[in-house]
C-alpha cells in the first residue's frame, strides 16, 4: 500500500473475511508493512463477517494472541460490534496520540501549542496543521512575537496562499 496511507496514522484497524482464509493468511504482510511505517500505533484485529458463520466466533484465531492485538468479531452486515470497533478505535488512537514518542508528534504537539491550538482546536481561523506550518515557517524564520508566536507578513501570506494555502 503507498505510504501516504500510513502516513501519520494514530490506530490501525486490520480487518479478515472469516469466509475467506486467504484473507487471514495475508495479514502478516499488512501487519509488517504497517509496522515499518507505524511501529507503535495501537492495531485491532477484525474478524468481519460473521454474520455468515456464526461458528467462527468459536474459533480461537493465533494472529491476536501472537502480536498481542485487540480482537473484535464484527459484521459490518449487521452491525455487531461495528460502534464498539470505532468508539475503542478513536479512544486509542486519541491516547496514543497525546503521549506518543514519535518524532513526528512530538513536533506536532510543540506546533500546536505555540500556534495556540489546544483540544477545542485552534484560535485564528485555521486547522491545526495549517496553523502549525504557518506557525513552523514563522519559527524557521525566527520571526515570533512576545509570547513566542509566529509573526508573518502579508506578503508571506499571499505568495503562501498562491502556493495552495499553506506558507
Ligand atoms: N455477509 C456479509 N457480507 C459482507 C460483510 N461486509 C462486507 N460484506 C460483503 O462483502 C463484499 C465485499 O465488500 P466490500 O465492502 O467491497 O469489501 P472489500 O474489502 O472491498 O472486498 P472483499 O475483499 O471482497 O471483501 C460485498 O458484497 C459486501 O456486501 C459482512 O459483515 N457480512
Not at 472469516?18 to 509488517?32: A, E, G
Not at 492495531?43 to 460473521?50: D, T, Y
Not at 483540544?119 to 504557518?134: D, R, Y
Request: hydrophobic share 40%.
Amino acid at each position: 500500500m503507498h505510504a501516504s496511507y500510513y502516513h501519520k496514522a494514530h490506530a490501525c484497524i486490520m480487518v479478515f473475511d472469516v469466509q475467506r482464509k486467504i484473507t487471514y493468511k495475508n495479514l502478516n504482510s499488512w501487519y509488517k508493512e504497517l509496522r515499518e511505517f507505524r511501529p507503535e500505533i495501537p492495531c485491532i484485529l477484525v474478524a468481519n463477517k460473521i454474520d455468515a458463520d456464526m461458528k467462527m466466533t468459536q474459533k480461537s484465531f493465533n494472529f491476536a494472541r501472537k502480536f498481542n492485538l485487540p480482537f473484535y468479531f464484527v459484521s459490518a452486515a449487521d452491525g455487531t460490534n461495528v460502534v464498539k470497533l470505532f468508539n475503542d478505535a478513536i479512544k486509542l488512537a486519541v491516547a496514543y496520540k497525546k503521549n506518543s514518542g514519535d518524532f513526528l508528534d512530538e513536533v506536532m504537539r510543540e506546533l500546536e501549542v505555540r500556534a495556540g491550538c489546544d483540544e477545542w482546536g485552534c484560535w485564528g481561523g485555521h486547522s491545526c496543521e495549517q496553523q502549525a506550518a504557518l506557525c513552523w515557517v514563522g519559527v524557521g524564520m525566527g520571526k515570533s512575537d512576545a509570547r513566542g508566536f509566529p509573526v508573518l507578513f502579508p506578503a508571506e501570506l499571499r505568495a503562501g496562499e498562491e502556493r495552495g494555502g499553506l506558507v
